[in-house]
């Protein structure tokens, strides 16, 4: 019974119908030291009174889970940077570890950023600088900072810097701090690039990204330094280019082909190989997936790797968007039913169909153009129960088709029929004390405020 109670009490932390009482009740609650279920922190639009307690209560793992959720806004969540436990203010700092694709992250005001890089706990810094949350404003503000760490991060914002700070970094007496300006700055010169060239902890991605002097470039070839890195290099002379279209290295003959100055005809005569299963982030491609121009090249390109990258755009046009579709490329289809608001029904459907369990779930439930009208009379008999729960999306769906489903042989089935509102009410009931469906049914927006409260009781949430 235990695990019963923990798996509806789990539900009903995520039920959209959930009173303010109740979600009190659970935001308090210390779950024998575990904490409050997840779900009741990480809701979206906690009221100021859930907030309150959450920010009070005295188990540390409720704070820290509050403190990392991608929904709670950043106001509410900045209130936790005098929290006396250092290892709350940390993931306070880094912010949420996962957000779902589609959404961005808001971050922390700056202020209160400022504040955690001076907190007096070393790992508060260090979960701030390491975030990927942070504003590009707090980011750049941090190039005359005194800590050398934060003057080092300060140069993932070079192009946002004034000349006289990107100076100042470059001749800055932390030599973590010049290194990390140099490979921003080499970009552009040619001679920061061969100082580089003669630091081992630097010279890969020097030869990658910087500004290429002729004779160091055909010495690095010659010497065969770092040649994947150096064969995507943009500054890379024709020859070389051309040399290292044919090495021996499949590697190295895969960057060359990434090149964004190629023709078609020219990049598809180079023998690369592409894994079924390689995701492709072309930097070029990827750096330009608001670009028209960037995509439509890359999207109409015979290279794998280019259409991959370019499906990852949600700004893709409608040609564009058709084309991939058509690629007969199942990472294309993965990738553009996850990034792309208008991907073809079919697609969808195809992608539903190859990967389901939990990924397929999300995708229904969360994708704009997932189909629901017609799924029931499509589906409600198919031979895959994966097929058949999608029939309880149909807005057709009787409750005697959604209840007739809830004791399908397929489980994914089942709770996905529970935790419809469809569901008569004798079924829901029942579904509680099955192990299975009881967070599906705890999660249901038709469970009675009563039947909410008795799970809450039996798992022992004190009123």
């Known amino acids: 019974m235990v695990a019963f109670h923990a798996s509806a009490l789990d539900g009903v932390a995520r039920n959209p119908a959930l009173p303010t009482p109740l979600l009190l009740r659970l935001v308090a609650f210390d779950g024998g030291g575990d904490g409050p279920p997840r779900h009741a922190l990480q809701r979206v639009g906690l009221p100021e009174p859930a907030v309150a307690v959450i920010l009070a209560h005295p188990n540390p793992g409720a704070r820290i889970d ?209 894994g079924a299963f390689d995701r492709g982030d072309v930097e070029w491609v990827r750096d330009g997936l608001a670009d028209p121009e960037v995509l439509r090249r890359a999207a109409t390109s015979a290279h794998p790797l280019l259409r991959r990258t370019a499906a990852q755009s949600p700004h893709l046009p409608p040609d564009l968007v058709r084309l991939l579709a058509r690629t007969e490329d199942p990472l294309v289809e993965d990738l553009l039913s996850v990034h792309h608001p208008d991907t073809p029904e079919e697609v969808l459907m195809r992608v539903y169909a190859r990967l389901g369990g939990t990924f397929s779930a999300w995708m229904a439930e969360t994708h704009p153009r997932f189909p629901r009208e017609g799924l029931a009379a499509r589906y409600a008999d198919h031979p895959d129960g994966n097929y058949r729960r999608l029939a309880v999306r149909d807005p057709a769906a009787t409750p005697a088709l959604v209840e007739r489903l809830s004791h399908d042989p397929a489980v994914w089935t089942r709770q996905a029929a529970v935790g419809d509102p469809r569901l008569p009410l004798h079924r829901l009931r029942e579904a509680l004390h099955v192990p299975e469906l009881a967070s599906s049914a705890g999660a249901n927006p038709a469970l009675p405020e009563d039947e909410m409260a008795a799970v809450l009781n039996r798992a022992g949430v004190p009123a």
């Open 66 to 274: 509050f403190a990392r959720s991608a929904r709670a806004e950043p106001a509410q969540r900045a209130r936790l940077a005098d929290d006396p436990s250092p290892t709350v203010r940390a993931a306070l700092a880094y912010g949420p570890e996962w957000s779902a694709p589609r959404t961005t992250v808001a971050p922390l005001p700056d202020d209160v950023c400022a504040r955690l890089l001076d907190d007096p706990d070393p790992s508060v810094r260090t979960a701030l600088l390491d975030s990927p949350h942070l504003a590009p404003s707090f980011v750049a503000s941090l190039a005359t900072h005194r800590d050398p760490a934060a003057r080092r991060s300060a140069a993932r914002a070079w192009e946002k810097l004034p000349p006289d700070e990107r100076s100042a970094l470059l001749a800055d007496p932390d030599p973590e701090v010049r290194r990390a300006a140099a490979l921003r700055e080499c970009r552009g010169d040619a001679r920061v690039t061969a100082e580089l060239l003669r630091d081992p902890k630097s010279a890969a991605e020097a030869l990658r990204r910087g500004l290429l002097h002729r004779a160091d470039a055909e010495r690095c070839v010659a010497e065969r330094t770092h040649l994947a890195a150096l064969a995507e290099n943009p500054s890379l002379p024709t020859h070389l280019v051309e040399q290292l279209a044919v090495d021996p290295d499949e590697a190295v003959r895969l960057a060359v082909s990434l090149r964004p100055e190629l023709g078609e005809t020219r990049r598809m005569t180079i023998d690369f190989t592409v």
